[in-house]
């Protein structure tokens, strides 16, 4: 492994990861011998350096935020030959290089890349999109509906403020879903599909999740459950989460489902709105290369 691609969002999150570029340069350069820059200028770019360089380096290091790192990761997933992919973090809240163990530092985090810890790792699929943390429907994507760069700027926060000023609207939609392994036909106020552990910059959700066991995390929210809901996420999670006998909340794992919803359901996949219901999710086990931290 030593021909690698950084595929730079200079204007992600706050610059941090922009202005200690030359440091992480050389510190990777001690480990690498052939290591190039690539700015991106616009939403594009990313999957643009993605087609052009995937089949001549061993390693494309997606430095930027969750909106870049999703950018590269669409790019790279349809990809017959794939190169190995890593995280440098440099926005608001980088859930999946958590997920791996990135340090959050950018600097410590080239560290890590330097030991070249490989690890096979699933990604989600629907509708020729790919997604590497989560797939939701109802109040999460109204909250990443409702940011905007501005509120992006409060960093995680802002996303825990924007909940909370919709947690009380509970907007019931019909959901069927069908899977090998559970059904469901009722109401619902959401659904996250997870892949990854983290969500808007902490581990919630699917603290226990495998991002190696081709599975994925399926959590059905119903109205009746907001208020232990929110008590829940407060209390950030212990270890028999989620507890199956609590009737307001669904969980169940599986590698492939279909989701229908009434009225139709805006998709928020990885904190990027992309798409509307219904939709048929899967997971391709151990797809992408990556190179990972302390996991
Ligand atoms: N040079 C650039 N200037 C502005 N936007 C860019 C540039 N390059 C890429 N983009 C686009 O900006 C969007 C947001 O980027 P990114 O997610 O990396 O940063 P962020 O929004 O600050 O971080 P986060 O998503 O974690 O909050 C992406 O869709 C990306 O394609």
Not at 18 to 28: K, S
Not at 256 to 282: F, M, V
Request: glycine residues 8%.
């Amino acid at each position: 492994m030593n021909t690698v691609a950084i595929i730079l969002n200079p204007n992600a999150g706050n610059k941090k990861l922009m202005n200690q570029m030359e440091e992480i340069e050389t510190e990777l350069k001690e480990t690498f011998s052939n290591v190039k820059i690539y700015q991106t200028k616009q939403e594009g770019d990313g999957a643009k350096y993605v087609e052009k360089l995937a089949s001549s380096v061993d390693l494309i290091i997606g430095a930027g935020g969750d909106g870049t790192i999703f950018e590269l990761v669409n790019a790279l997933a349809p990809l017959q030959e794939r190169p190995a992919f890593a995280i440098l973090p440099g926005g608001t809240c980088n859930d999946f290089s958590r997920t791996i163990g990135i340090n959050q530092e950018p600097l410590l985090a080239a560290k890590q890349i330097k030991e070249k810890k490989i690890k096979q790792i699933d990604i989600g699929t629907f509708n020729h999109q790919y997604f590497l943390n989560f797939w939701g429907i109802g109040l999460i994507s109204k909250v990443s509906e409702q940011m905007d760069k501005n509120s992006k700027k409060l960093g995680k926060m802002s996303y825990y403020i924007q909940a909370s000023k919709l947690i009380f609207q509970n907007e019931v939609f019909h959901l069927k879903i069908e899977s090998d392994d559970s059904t469901y036909d009722d109401d619902a106020v959401m659904v996250v599909i997870g892949n990854g552990s983290f969500l808007g910059g902490v581990q919630s959700f699917f603290p226990q999740a495998n991002i190696q066991d081709g599975l994925l995390d399926v959590l059905i929210i119903k109205q009746a459950s907001m208020q232990n809901f929110w008590t829940w996420l407060q209390s950030q999670v212990n270890d028999d989460y989620p507890d199956k006998k609590n009737e307001e909340i669904v969980y169940f794992r599986t590698n492939s489902l279909k989701i229908e919803a009434q009225p139709i359901q805006k998709i928020d996949c990885d904190g990027e709105l992309i798409d509307e219901t219904p939709s048929t999710i899967s997971i391709l086990p151990q797809h992408l290369t990556m190179l990972v931290g302390d996991v």
